[in-house]
């Protein structure tokens, strides 16, 4: 079974501070996601990572894909409180009906304090 | 349009009660979702429908029963719920680009059973 264990589950940290998310896997995944949730809404896709070792940036997020494409991390610099939400990875994995789904890591629930 | 949109957006129901869930999407998007999310956890799938049929059912409850009366419409009947199955329901439709999915996901309907 493929699992994808995300870290740390929570975090408060103080405006302006830098934040690491991790997703970890033992199993290769061919992409990997990351949704950012905040409260009361649905989740929202940041970003598709597809090829290992690949960095992408969006603003003050970096998103790493890990060399063996199984672990993913999310770097946040100079963290402001609209980036308070659940912070969620996700990766394809199929199903005995050979249908794909995501599975999800548990989330990382991040609150930034002004 | 990159909206999913997702009625009501709360339900308060007791045990005895019959009621529906509405998801409708105009991006054209041939595949739709049903998740249950609890509060700070990750989306749990419940359903899938590919091109109006059900392609995943992750062995929910017969007292949800879902329906897809065309590819722009997504409904979720209820019936004869538990307290334990007040959640965050959340309908998602999915874009393919470039062979990455993406889900596009609606705010959601608070549902409580009383």
């Known amino acids: 079974t493929q699992l994808l264990e995300q870290s740390p589950q929570f975090l408060s940290i103080q405006e302006g501070e830098n934040l690491t998310v991790y997703c970890n896997s033992s199993s290769v995944f061919s992409s990997l996601q990351w949704y950012r949730q905040e409260p009361g809404e649905g989740p929202v896709l940041l970003v598709t990572?597809?090829?290992g070792g690949e960095v992408k940036k969006l603003k003050r997020l970096t998103f790493q894909f890990g060399d063996a494409r199984k672990d993913s991390s999310l770097h946040i610099t100079a963290a402001q409180p609209g980036d308070t939400g659940l912070y969620l990875c996700a990766g394809p994995v199929f199903n005995a009906g050979n249908n794909r789904k995501l599975i999800w890591g548990l989330g990382t629930s991040l609150a930034v304090n002004p | 349009d990159t909206e999913v949109t997702q009625t009501p957006k709360h339900l308060v129901m007791g045990m005895t009660n019959k009621k529906s869930l509405k998801c409708e999407q105009h991006m054209g998007h041939r595949a739709m979702y049903w998740y249950k999310q609890k509060a700070k956890k990750p989306p749990e799938l419940m359903f899938v429908?590919?091109?109006?049929?059900?392609?995943i059912n992750e062995s929910v409850p017969s007292r949800f029963s879902p329906e897809c009366p065309n590819s722009s419409l997504l409904n979720l009947h209820l019936h004869a719920l538990q307290p334990e199955d007040s959640a965050l329901y959340l309908c998602?439709?999915?874009?393919?680009?470039?062979?990455?999915?993406?889900?596009?996901f609606g705010s959601g309907t608070q549902l409580s059973v009383l």
């Open positions: 998602a439709s999915r874009r393919v680009d470039r062979g990455n999915e993406k889900l596009f």
């Open positions: 990572v597809v090829t």
């Open positions: 429908y590919s091109y109006e049929k059900l392609s």
